[in-house]
C-alpha cells in the first residue's frame, strides 16, 4: 500500500454536513439583525417578511407565474407527507424508491395511507426503472437521493401529457440542479440543504393540475390539521400567502432571505448550480486517480453534485465483513473529525459504508478540492492500523 504524507492545506470551512448544510460563504450571526422577532407571526412585518422569503425562492428557482408556493411545518419531511395525504386516492399510486427517504414515502403509502401503491425500489447506487412508471397513476419520486448520492439525470421520462400528478421530493436538488418545471406538480424542499438554512420548516410549490386536484378531490382518511391544504372545498391560498398554517420562526425566515438575497448577487440559479458542479468536477477528478474511493452512484449520469456519497472500493476493504466495513467507514469519519478537516462527513446510517460530501452551492469548491487528499491519508492510517492488529 503507498504511503501518504499528512496533507500540508486545510478545508478552511470543514463543514460537509448534508443538513443542516454548511452557511453561505461570509454568514454570520449578525445576518440576522434584522429578524422580525418578538413580534406575531401574523403582524404585518412579520407576514412582509415571510411574503420575501417566498418572492425570493420563486425568483431564484425560476418558478413558472402560476405555481404557488409556501412555507409549511415539519421541513421536507412535512411537506411531502401534506402532499400525500391531501393529493393521493383519486387515482392509482406509483412510488418510487433508491435510499432511505423514498422508502419512508413507501412506508407512508403502504402502511399508513394503505392505498396498495405499485411500489419500484432499486438498491443504494441504483435507479428503478424509469421507462416502466405508468403516469396514469400519481407517482412519488425524490429527485435527488440524499442518503444515496443518486440523482434523476433529467425529467425525459415524465410525459407532458401525463394523467396523474408527480410529486417530487428536491429537497437536495432545489437551488443546485435544473429542475423541469412544466413536468412537475408538486415540489418539495427545506432550506437546510442547499440553502444552508436552519430546520424546522418547509416549503411547497404546487402546480395548478395540483390545485385542481385539492379542490375536486376529497381524500377517504383524516387529514391532520398540519396537513390540510383545503377549506370549505377550496384552496387554502393564505398558506400561499404568508397565513401560515402554524408559528413559523423568524429567525429562519430571516436567514432564508439572507441566504437567497446571496444567491440572487452571485447570479441567480446559474452560478449556484456552477458552484456545486464544480466541486463534482473536483471530486470526479480526484476519483480518477485514488485507489481507494469510488462513486456509489453506479451511472455517472446519475451522480448527484449535492450529497456526494464515497465507497470504499479497496480490495482488503470489500474483503471485510459488514459489522468490519461499518467499524472502518466509522473510524474514518472520527479521524477526519480529530483532523478538523471535515465534520459530519459520515455516510448515512442506512447507506453502505462509506462517507458523505455535500457539495451543495454554499461550499466552497477549493474547500472540497483541500479534503480529498484527508481522505486518502486518514483511510491508509486507519488500514496500516486495522491490519497490523489483525
Known amino acids: 500500500m503507498t504511503t501518504y504524507a499528512k496533507p500540508a492545506t486545510r478545508p478552511v470551512m470543514p463543514y460537509f454536513s448534508s443538513g443542516p448544510t454548511k452557511k453561505r460563504p461570509g454568514w454570520s450571526p449578525a445576518s440576522l439583525n434584522d429578524a422580525c422577532i418578538s413580534r406575531s407571526h401574523r403582524s404585518k412585518p412579520a407576514t412582509s417578511k415571510i411574503k420575501e422569503a417566498m418572492k425570493l425562492a420563486r425568483e431564484v428557482l425560476g418558478l413558472p407565474v402560476d405555481y404557488r408556493i409556501g412555507i409549511v411545518p415539519g421541513s421536507d419531511t412535512g411537506a411531502v407527507e401534506m402532499a400525500m395525504w391531501s393529493l393521493l386516492g383519486a387515482r392509482g399510486v406509483e412510488v418510487l424508491a433508491w435510499e432511505a427517504f423514498g422508502k419512508d414515502w413507501v412506508t407512508d403509502a ?52 401525463r394523467a396523474g400528478l408527480t410529486i417530487a421530493d428536491s429537497t437536495s436538488a432545489c437551488f443546485a440542479m435544473e429542475l423541469p418545471w412544466h413536468k412537475l406538480d408538486v415540489v418539495t424542499f427545506s432550506f437546510q440543504k442547499s440553502l444552508g438554512g436552519e430546520g424546522g420548516h418547509g416549503v411547497l410549490i404546487l402546480s395548478p393540475r395540483a390545485v385542481e386536484r ?62 456545486s458542479e464544480a466541486s463534482l468536477a473536483v471530486v470526479k477528478a ?92 486518514a483511510y491508509v492510517e486507519i488500514r496500516q492500523v486495522a491490519s497490523a492488529a489483525a
Open 110 to 161: 403502504v402502511s399508513q395511507l394503505k392505498i396498495d401503491p405499485i411500489t419500484r425500489v432499486a438498491p443504494y447506487g441504483q435507479l428503478p426503472d424509469l421507462g416502466a412508471v405508468d403516469f396514469n397513476n400519481d407517482v412519488i419520486f425524490t429527485w435527488n437521493g440524499t442518503a444515496a448520492g443518486v440523482k434523476l439525470p433529467n425529467g425525459d421520462w415524465i410525459p407532458d401529457d
Open 214 to 275: 385539492l379542490e375536486t378531490h376529497t381524500p377517504p382518511w383524516p387529514v391532520p390539521k398540519l396537513f390540510r391544504l383545503t377549506s370549505k372545498g377550496k384552496l387554502n391560498e393564505g398558506i400561499f400567502s404568508a397565513s401560515t398554517i402554524n408559528t413559523p420562526s423568524m429567525l429562519v425566515i430571516e436567514d432564508a432571505i439572507d441566504t437567497l438575497g446571496w444567491a440572487k448577487s452571485i447570479g441567480g440559479l446559474p452560478a449556484l448550480i456552477a458552484r
Open 286 to 377: 480526484w476519483v480518477e486517480t485514488t485507489p481507494y474511493f469510488g462513486f456509489l452512484a453506479e451511472d455517472p449520469a446519475t451522480i448527484s453534485n449535492t450529497g456526494i456519497t464515497l465507497s470504499i472500493i479497496d480490495p482488503w476493504f470489500v474483503g471485510l465483513d459488514d459489522a468490519e466495513k461499518v467499524a472502518i467507514a466509522a473510524r474514518l469519519d472520527q479521524r477526519l473529525q480529530d483532523e478538523g478537516v471535515a465534520m459530519d462527513a459520515a455516510s448515512y446510517r442506512d447507506a453502505p459504508p462509506g462517507l458523505r460530501i455535500w457539495a451543495g452551492p454554499t461550499v466552497e469548491p477549493s474547500d472540497i478540492e483541500a479534503l480529498l487528499p484527508w481522505l486518502d491519508w
